[in-house]
């Protein structure tokens, strides 16, 4: 197992645009999670999964902001209708229930 | 409200010296803190959980809940230390389990 696994590493794209953001978790991990980091701050939680459900969505989460985990494996972020403040690093991580995070290189995303 | 803080944004050492890089918490419950780590073009990764009392690289940090502290020390710092440290807290309810991060303190080991 490589870890948790995140694609693409960078995407460059114009205001407006759809985004979307794969995670490969480590795979007996039950519990997935999503971070958005700006620079110069830590992560900001964004919404958790447990096998294929979502538990919890930060308010940082717009509407525009939808991820899926469709059979507790993978998952999926994805920002409708780009604007230039979704301009950061988004972050997965895994673990197996409370254990720790275990994370992935994260996916760069700028807005030009 | 939840909240870790940790007021320096960078830290700069001698090789050898001791180093201490603070973490301040605000959490009204039972508080479950760590120290992540992220070296030059790596990925976050643990570095220590205070429930499992270890020393990792000759770092530790002891949970003070009287002064909501879990500061990382090292008593003598090596070049290889440099790096991004972030302290975090999870944050739990009887649905939820998010960790709380800190800004993170940029650690630099001088030779």
Known sequence: DTGVSQNPRH?????????????????????????????????????????????????????????????????????????????????????????????????RLSIL | AQRVTQPEKLLSVFKGAPVELKCNYSYSGSPELFWYVQYSRQRLQLLLRHISRESIKGFTADLNKGETSFHLKKPFAQEEDSAMYYCALASRTSSNYQLIWGAGTKLIIKP
């Open chain 1, 11 to 107: 995407k460059i794209t114009k205001r407006g645009q759809n985004v979307t953001f794969r995670c490969d978790p480590i795979s007996e991990h039950n519990r997935l999670y999503w971070y958005r980091q700006t620079l110069g701050q830590g992560p900001e939680f964004l919404t958790y999964f447990q096998n294929e459900a979502q538990l919890e969505k930060s308010r940082l989460l717009s509407d525009r902001f939808s991820a899926e985990r469709p059979k507790g494996s993978f998952s999926t972020l994805e920002i409708q209708r780009t604007e230039q403040g979704d301009s950061a690093m988004y972050l997965c991580a895994s673990s197996f229930s409370n254990q720790p995070q275990h994370f992935g290189d994260g996916t």
